[in-house]
């Protein structure tokens, strides 16, 4: 790819300062998708704009053919070079034609090509943000500049064929295929448009709203899947949550619904959770569960729904100008999400996942040496790919919860209906969405907005109290806070609340519940809570209860005790996953030893009723063993952690979200412990039996996947669950085991595999580097080490991004083991991960964050182990603040 592909903001704001542009016809020959010896399909662009200047270029990465400016032909050897069509001889209006072959996707990026292994049947989507959309069509490829887009494509008869805008027209050809005009959008930005094609199953369903003048908007609304998964999808719980979702936003948002129908689709081999292309939104199809499933699986679909369905106004209707602020449209979508989870649909309690799960992501990314403010500075499209992250969504989402909690509901509300119908169709900027939020709320944003979203960094809160023997003297909370990037402190605004938690007896024995809450307004570095002085002194203190705010909690010395103890006794879910926010952010800061976190996890789990927060606390046990306990100990807790999964698999409720949680859990652990093996194959063959736990595809898998792991199965018994299970994730599980083996011919193939380019599609990526990166196996890919860093740019110049980041990420040597007497910093890894970022200064900068991010994580889980070192068994059972 040639460097003219990583357009710049300022390139881009020249052009579209030079530029409006009107429309655009799009052809797409899809005809022979089907045939896997065709790379490429024809791709026919006409496009008007006026200009203001005599040159500018078009984007496009594939093959071009022709061009033709104003009816002028113009060599494509001289005016296009891999990335740019330069125009030149621009008039005040003009019509640009480019014809070109583009090319088919493996890599999620522009136009997925997928065979489905079930019936060989083939499938394409599109998904272009934040610029992939030039690997389809010729296109200026930035976000503000809006326009109308008509398509018009040719592919086999009985697929079908969809796109932002309904079809009105359908023409059978001679040759057997169809060609497919769709009605013009309304304007739009190019990495928001669409176009699906293939044999999909399709289940029709509507919604209809008031329109402000007394009339009815209808909506026609589409739920697709592939054919294979039909009978796997539950298309009328979809209908359901699409509807509510409707329902509420079309009452909140106030501008009607604005993109006439509205389809669902589930992709295959799917990036990201799901894109919000208007009228057409695209969702992996993880979410069509063919295996059982927890309600926080079901919940988070909702979630997804609902957040792309608020984008169908924020960030479709009004688009943010450029990608500095993508985090306007991410962060809102987000919080959405969750909002009208609770508001509209029975999945009441998702504020409880998200201070957990979604919190945690932000607290992470806020951390790393490479954090930023919310609202970011993205130079180019490079660092547009890599800021789809922690801060972008979670922290983004957070900190408007906080705003929700500083201005209200209603005005967040008034001041969001106010920009939408001032923005309708444009594209916007920070400010305007403050300016709305202020005219409605008639607060000043100005210094909120400075505290919160120009600054980078985490606040820690904490409580600290003094007592009189059993009454509280005072109780104060304090926060400290500072930007990693500058080293200054920053104080930010919180309207945070503190409940006081007594220990009671109740008839379902010792109960945690909360006897006081207090509402305060936290500017500096502390404030009192004046009320509770004279109080009983309570058990527990829990800083930001309700989540109101963005921040890690400590708990102070006597509430760590009390939750030490009682924490499943704390009855409700939120203020639990409050807690055991803190209890893992200590662990992650050295603060807890991780064996501490592992015991709280197997006393307290079972008593954990949100299945989303009980699924992260095993996953965070399992990364406490691998990565933050000492390596002396880690044997012995990987035996604890799956001996506590069984027991737990064993004692919960047949058929229970609990049981299946506690049953992956185990397949996970059982990958380290090759004691588990014989009854990994006894739940396998039926010999041993757990009450109503399905032995279904996608838990067969990860025990095959752990037994490979220890070498405890063969090629052949890994053959024969394929055979009954050949479908796309079967097949794409059964890579991911037979790259499990503990081979060095094995780790070598997948090694190669992995950094020839195109060898595999991205799903296939990922279930080979699953299988290579096993925890049990590092002394097998230590040899890869040296390797890896050498590797490093041509991995980067290679590769698409999307595939390049999931090799640096995932291939980076993350296991080392802290040494007695050696510093975290003077380990070899972190050492050679240095060494590399001095001689690699001018290594792209996306490149050089995720090893800057990779190595602060090592550096992490090395602190946490010697912390551990320190600390080996007693662990301070008293004293100590986490
Ligand atoms: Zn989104």
């Not at 100008?321 to 999400?337: H, I, P, Q, T, V």
């Not at 970011?376 to 969504?393: M, R, S």
């Not at 120009?454 to 104060?476: F, K, M």
């Not at 081979?743 to 595999?760: F, I, M, N, R």
Request: glycine share 8%; hydrophobic share 40%.
């Amino acid at each position: 790819m040639t460097t003219t592909a990583n357009l710049t903001r300022a390139e881009a704001a020249e052009r579209s300062d030079r530029l409006t542009v009107h429309d655009y016809h799009v052809e797409l020959d899809l005809s022979r998708a089907r045939d896997l010896g065709s790379p490429t399909f024809g791709s026919t662009t006409t496009v008007r704009f006026a200009a203001t200047a005599p040159t500018t270029f078009l984007d496009f990465l594939g093959h071009v053919r022709s061009v033709v400016v104003n009816g002028r032909e113009v060599d494509p050897a001289a005016c296009y070079d891999g990335a740019r069509i330069t125009l030149e001889g621009l008039e005040a209006e003009n019509e640009v034609t480019v014809v070109a072959d583009a090319l088919y996707s493996r890599s999620g990026e522009g136009m997925h090509r997928f065979v489905d292994p079930a019936d060989g049947e083939t499938y394409l989507y599109t998904q272009y943000e934040p610029a992939d959309s030039r690997r389809v069509m010729a296109v200026f490829e930035q976000p503000d500049l809006k326009a109308r887009f008509a398509f018009a494509v040719v592919a086999p008869s009985g697929w079908q064929v969809l796109s932002n805008q309904p079809a009105f027209a359908a023409a059978g050809r001679a040759d057997g295929t169809v060609r497919t005009e769709f009605a013009t959008t309304p304007p739009l930005s190019s990495f928001l448009t669409a176009v699906v094609a293939g044999p999909y199953h399709r289940v029709d369903g509507h919604w209809s709203g008031r329109l402000p003048d007394g009339g009815t908007l209808d909506v026609p609304l589409g739920v697709l899947c592939r054919a294979s998964l039909a009978e796997h999808l539950d298309a009328e719980a979809i209908l359901t949550v699409t509807r509510q979702g409707l329902d509420f936003f079309h009452e909140h948002f106030g501008t009607p619904y604005p993109w006439g129908k509205y389809d669902q689709v589930f992709v295959p081999e799917y990036n990201l959770g799901a894109m919000e292309n208007p009228g057409c939104v695209t969702f992996t199809e993880a979410y069509v569960f063919r295996s059982a499933a927890t309600r926080a699986q079901y919940q988070a679909r909702a979630n997804t729904i609902l957040h792309e369905m608020a984008h169908m106004w924020f960030g479709d209707l009004v688009t943010p100008r450029w990608w500095d602020d993508l985090w306007l449209k991410e962060s809102f979508a987000d919080y959405m999400g969750a909002h009208a989870s609770v508001a509209a649909t029975e999945f009441t309690d998702a504020w409880v996942s998200f201070a957990n799960r979604r919190k945690a992501w932000a607290y992470t990314q806020d951390q790393l040496p490479t954090t930023h403010p919310i609202v970011a500075d993205i130079p180019d499209l490079e660092a547009a790919k890599q800021n789809f992250d922690g801060i972008t969504y979670a922290k983004g989402a957070s900190v408007l919860k906080q705003l929700v909690a500083y201005v209200g509901t209603d005005a967040f509300f008034a001041g969001a209906r106010a920009y939408f119908a001032e923005h309708a169709y444009g594209s916007t900027s920070l400010t305007d969405l403050l300016t709305a939020l202020e005219g409605a709320s008639g607060r000043d944003l100005g210094e909120w907005s400075r505290l919160w979203l120009q600054t980078a960094g985490t606040p820690t809160l904490r409580a600290e109290v003094e007592a009189d023997g059993e009454r509280v003297r005072s109780l104060v909370v304090r926060q400290r806070g500072g930007d990693p990037r500058t080293g200054q402190e920053v104080l930010r605004p919180h309207r945070l609340a503190v409940g006081l938690y007594d220990l009671v007896e109740d008839d379902g024995g010792a109960a945690l519940v909360r006897s006081h809450r207090f509402e305060v307004e936290l500017t500096g570095e502390s404030v009192a809570v004046a009320e509770a002085a004279g109080l009983p002194r309570p058990a527990l203190v829990l800083v930001n209860d309700d989540d109101l705010t963005y921040g890690k909690v400590r708990l102070d010395p006597d509430s760590l005790s009390t939750v030490r103890e009682h924490l499943g006794a704390l009855r409700e879910p939120l203020a639990r996953s409050l807690v055991w926010s803190a209890l893992w952010n200590a662990t992650r800061d050295a603060v807890l030893p991780a064996a501490d976190y592992l015991d709280l996890v197997l006393r307290h789990g079972p008593a954990e009723t949100d299945s989303a927060v009980l699924a992260g606390l095993t996953l965070n046990a399992g990364t406490a063993v691998e990565r933050y306990a000492p390596p002396a100990r880690r044997d012995e807790l990987r035996l604890l952690l799956g001996k506590g999964s069984l027991a737990h698999l064993h004692e919960a409720a047949p058929g229970s979200d609990a049981q299946l949680v506690w049953a992956r859990s185990l397949a996970r652990s059982a990958a380290t412990t090759p004691a588990a093996a014989p009854r990994l194959r006894g739940l396998l063959s039926g010999s041993e039996t757990v009450v109503g736990l399905p032995m279904d595809p996608e838990l067969r898998w990860s025990l095959w996947q752990a037994l490979a792991a220890l070498g405890a199965a063969t090629l052949d018994e890994l053959d024969e669950e394929l055979a009954h299970d050949r479908t796309a994730d079967g097949t794409t599980q059964h890579l991911a085991a037979v790259s499990s083996f503990p081979d060095a011919d094995v780790k070598a193939a997948s090694w190669e595999t992995l950094l020839t380019p195109g060898a595999l599609s991205n799903d296939h990526v990922d279930a080979t580097l699953t299988g290579f990166t096993q925890p049990w196996h590092r002394e097998l890919t230590a040899p890869f080490t040296d390797r890896y860093f050498d590797a490093l740019r041509g991995i980067w110049a290679r590769h698409s991004i999307e595939i390049a980041s999931r090799l640096v990420r995932r291939l980076y040597p993350a296991y080392q083991d802290v040494v007695p007497g050696r510093a975290p910093q003077d380990d070899p890894v972190v050492q050679r991960s240095t060494r590399w970022l001095e001689e690699n200064a001018d290594a792209p900068a996306a490149l050089r964050r995720l090893v800057l991010e990779a190595r602060d994580e090592l550096l992490r889980s090395l602190r946490a182990q010697e912390a551990g070192l320190r600390a080996p068994e007693a662990s301070s059972r008293e004293g100590g603040q986490a």
